[in-house]
Every structure is written in structure tokens, then in C-alpha cells.
């Protein structure tokens, strides 16, 4: 299923956020969206998953064949099971972990659960937890670091098993050699379209395609070889970019989030 933007507007009541965007992600993809802060990126996230509605213009889902349907037109438990947003600071909430991973799939079974668990590192957490999975996590997993919150929220995201799964800044509290070990874990997606709202160049270099927003319009789209190479939008962001962004922390709790859109 891919997402389609078209002429899209929005704002807060001020000026646009958005301002015209035109935009296709294809099925199956992994689709890199760049840009500064304030630029617009997370608003793209919101309106995919229909947090808010555009201004102006529309968001779609695109099936394999091209057929295209407005999310406003599709009901709200259906773009649910369809669409996952894990944000920077997706909320984990008191109770055990097994509890909190099956939020979005409560008739998951046992072995789907510790499958998706140890594919996300999750297990190794249960392994720490007084406990075990039914260890509990705290207000808001406030006894888990941000790496291992952003772990869960991954793998509650896939337990689901949406259509389009849109990441954003989510790794952004890793290590880079735990992005690296989920990174098989979000290419081995099927016909899953994943939309990876990032700042990190490992992050960005995952991706099919990079889409680059600037004033809230499409800058630049490309492969990242192409653009990486090129003195173009996504060269500036790059540029902003502090040298020491690639290594969050996945240890003790507290562990660092990204910077907002």
C-alpha cells in the first residue's frame, strides 16, 4: 500500500506548514523524509496517519494497481490496522512489558509475540526486567531507557503488522550499532511501505528514495547516492547535522530523543 500526497495545504491557524505538497510513496518502499526543523516532516506523519485533516488537497492510500482512496474516506478502525505512527516518544504505559507490546494486537499469539520480541531486542529487556515480560515498565516506561522505549513501540508497531509504517525520528534514541541491528528488521518488510522520518546519514542511507522538504514543499527527491553527491536541499541538511547526532544512548534510562519537526 503506498500513500500519495496531493496538493496538500495545512496549517496551525498560521502560516503553512505545508504549502502545495505533491508527493508519491510507492508500495514496498522505504522512503527517507528530510528536511530541517519545522520543515514539515512530522505534520506529513500526522496526516498519513489522520491525526488532523489537510487544508487543502488530499492524503491517500495507493494500492499495487493504482487504485486510490482519501483517508477521509476510509473508516477510522480500517486506517488503524493499516497505517502505524511510532514516534521519538511513543508512550509506553504502566503495567508489564508483554501488556504493553500487545496493545495494538491483543489477539496476537504467544509465539507471534516473542517473535517480533526478538527480532526488536525486546527479549533482551524481558531478560533484565524483575520479572521477566511481565515485568512492569513504569509510568510512561520511565524504568527503560529511550532506546529500549523505542524498541517496544517498534515492536508493538509490528505486531500489528501494518501496511504503511511510518518511523518518526524513532531510532533517533539508539546506538549506532543498535540501528544497525534493527535495520534487518525494517528492510525485511514484504510488501510493508515504510516511511523513515530522520535526520541520522545512516538513518537516511536505509532508504529507497529520500524526499527532502524545505518551507513546506518538496526540495529534492533521489536515491541517497544521488543525492548525497549532489550540492543540493539535502547536502544543507546534511550540513546541520551536529557530529556527534550518531550516537544516542539504548542503555540506562533517560536515553536521548531527537529534535522535533
Known amino acids: 500500500m503506498g500513500v500519495r500526497f496531493r496538493g496538500v495545504r495545512f496549517d496551525y491557524g498560521g502560516p503553512p506548514v505545508l504549502d502545495g505538497v505533491d508527493l508519491d510513496i510507492p508500495a514496498g518502499g522505504t522512503v527517507a523524509l528530510v528536511g530541517a526543523s519545522g520543515a514539515g516532516k512530522s505534520t506529513c506523519a500526522h496526516l498519513i496517519a489522520r491525526f488532523w485533516d489537510p487544508t487543502e488537497g488530499s492524503v491517500e492510500l495507493v494500492s499495487p494497481r493504482g487504485d486510490a482512496v482519501d483517508l477521509r474516506d476510509i473508516a477510522d478502525p480500517d486506517l488503524r490496522r493499516a497505517v502505524a505512527v511510532v514516534g521519538q516518544d511513543t508512550p509506553l504505559f504502566h503495567g508489564g512489558l508483554a501488556e504493553n507490546l500487545r496493545l495494538a494486537a491483543p489477539d496476537a499469539d504467544d509465539g507471534r509475540v516473542a517473535e517480533v ?55 533517533a534514541a539508539l546506538d549506532t550499532a543498535a540501528e544497525e541491528a534493527l535495520a534487518g528488521v525494517l528492510t525485511d518488510a514484504g510488501d510493508r511501505t515504510t516511511v523513515l522520518i530522520a535526520h541520522r546519514p545512516s538513518t537516511i542511507r536505509r532508504a529507497d528514495r529520500v524526499v527532502v522538504l524545505e518551507n513546506g514543499r518538496v526540495a529534492e527527491v533521489g536515491t541517497p547516492e544521488e543525492l548525497t553527491t549532489r550540492d543540493g536541499a539535502l547536502r544543507r541538511v546534511l550540513d546541520r547535522v551536529p557530529a556527534g547526532a550518531a550516537g544516542a544512548t539504548d542503555g540506562a534510562a533517560g536515553g536521548s530523543a531527537g529534535p522535533p519537526d
Open 117 to 171: 520480541a526478538r527480532r526488536c531486542g525486546v527479549d533482551r529487556i524481558a531478560a533484565d526486567l524483575p520479572g521477566g515480560a511481565d515485568g512492569a515498565v513504569g509510568e510512561r516506561g520511565a524504568t527503560l531507557s529511550g532506546g529500549q522505549r523505542a524498541r517496544v513501540a517498534l515492536a508493538r508497531a509490528l505486531l500489528a503488522d501494518p501496511r504503511v509504517l511510518v518511523l518518526d525520528e524513532t531510532t
